[in-house]
Nanobody, 121 residues
Framework: QVQLVESGGGLVQPGESLRLSCATA????????MAWYRQAPGKTRELVAS???????DYADVVQGRFTISRDYGKRTVYLQMNSLKPEDTAVYFC???????????????WGQGTQVTVSS
């Protein structure tokens, strides 16, 4: 069974930081590309940051320089460090994986359930 479990969301004030975690199970983590998406009320889901299986990271322009994505292969976990948070960062943040599940050779796409991030004074 594949599981992507996000944690670390919450309510913070503008300028503060949060660190999101996504613990994975059931996928070949070292062979998977990972990403964080977010969806604000009334808006479409958007890509925030991604990291390839070999550790190459990429960011949306709106978070470049403020957010950092990283991965721990031993813990099979991907992180999103969010600094200098703004009210417009308020959204549900979703973990995404593209890779093979255990016992399979083909890639599939998997999603976590999401974690709420609210930035408000």
């Amino acid at each position: 069974q594949v599981q992507l479990v996000e944690s670390g969301g919450g309510l913070v004030q503008p300028g503060e930081s949060l660190r999101l975690s996504c613990a994975t199970a059931g996928i070949l983590f070292s062979q998977s590309d990972m990403a964080w998406y977010r969806q604000a009320p009334g808006k479409t889901r958007e890509l925030v940051a991604s990291i390839t299986r070999d550790g190459t990271a990429d960011y949306a322009d709106v978070v470049q320089g403020r957010f950092t994505i990283s991965r721990d292969y031993g813990k099979r976990t991907v992180y999103l460090q969010m600094n200098s948070l703004k009210p417009e960062d308020t959204a549900v943040y979703f973990c995404n994986a593209k890779g093979p599940r255990y016992g399979r050779s083909s890639n599939s796409v998997f999603w976590g359930q999401g974690t709420q991030v609210t930035v408000s004074s």
